[in-house]
T-cell receptor, first 112, second 111 residues
Framework: SQTIHQWPATLVQPVGSPLSLECTVEGTSNPNLYWYRQAAGRGLQLLFYSVGIGQISSEVPQNLSASRPQDRQFILSSKKLLLSDSGFYLC???????????FGDGTRLSIL | QKEVEQNSGPLSVPEGAIASLNCTYSDRGSQSFFWYRQYSGKSPELIMFIYSNGDKEDGRFTAQLNKASQYVSLLIRDSQPSDSATYLCAVYNNAGNMLTFGGGTRLMVKP
């Protein structure tokens, strides 16, 4: 069966510090991968998605970036965090674009 | 205009009752429809998906899709306190090649 791992579970970072969140999927090949952000009490905002290694589509211009160095690895990064980057970051995978997406446990990021 | 709309709630139902959650979408080209449950502080969990008009049942859950009226609903029979959560509707559109989520409806099942 397929599993998705996301870490760390919680993270507290100062403003201006860098960020690296990692997500890996097991049990499937060439998945579509997604990064979402959910602000407190709000809906899901799609940040990035990838349909293959090295292929990244950005939905929201911001100071975040994503990379997919391996088939089942998706990384979310920032060089300098802003206060507005606080939120619940979720990684998800799907077999195809129109198939259900399955979420990791998420990373709760607080910026001080 | 929001592409996928849900009443934010809270929707309060007594234990054992039927909870009815509704979702409307704006794009007639939408093809696939999903319901997720999200407990407070947790990630969304897929409950149901539906692709064709009509009803789809899975245990206590029934998804209903009406493409002509552009709405999809989720019925939860014999509601339990453990069903208390936020329910997210998500709609896939081929043209945009992405899944759009509604803001979610908070359900409270009272013992």
């Amino acid at each position: 069966s397929q599993t998705i791992h996301q870490w760390p579970a919680t993270l507290v970072q100062p403003v201006g510090s860098p960020l690296s969140l990692e997500c890996t999927v097991e049990g499937t090949s060439n998945p579509n991968l997604y990064w979402y952000r959910q602000a407190a009490g709000r809906g899901l905002q799609l940040l990035f998605y990838s349909v293959g290694i090295g292929q990244i589509s950005s939905e929201v211009p911001q100071n975040l970036s994503a990379s997919r160095p391996q088939d089942r690895q998706f990384i979310l990064s920032s060089k300098k965090l802003l206060l507005s980057d606080s939120g619940f970051y979720l990684c998800a995978w799907s077999a195809m674009s129109n198939q259900p997406q399955h979420f990791g446990d998420g990373t709760r990021l607080s910026i001080l | 205009q929001k592409e996928v709309e849900q009443n934010s709630g809270p929707l309060s139902v007594p234990e054992g009752a039927i909870a009815s959650l509704n979702c409307t979408y704006s794009d007639r080209g939408s093809q696939s429809f999903f319901w997720y449950r999200q407990y407070s502080g947790k990630s969304p969990e897929l409950i149901m998906f539906i692709y064709s008009n009509g009803d789809k049942e899975d245990g206590r859950f029934t998804a209903q899709l009406n493409k002509a009226s552009q709405y999809v609903s989720l019925l939860i029979r014999d509601s339990q306190p453990s069903d208390s959560a936020t329910y997210l509707c998500a709609v896939y559109n081929n043209a945009g090649n992405m899944l759009t989520f509604g803001g979610g409806t908070r359900l409270m099942v009272k013992p």
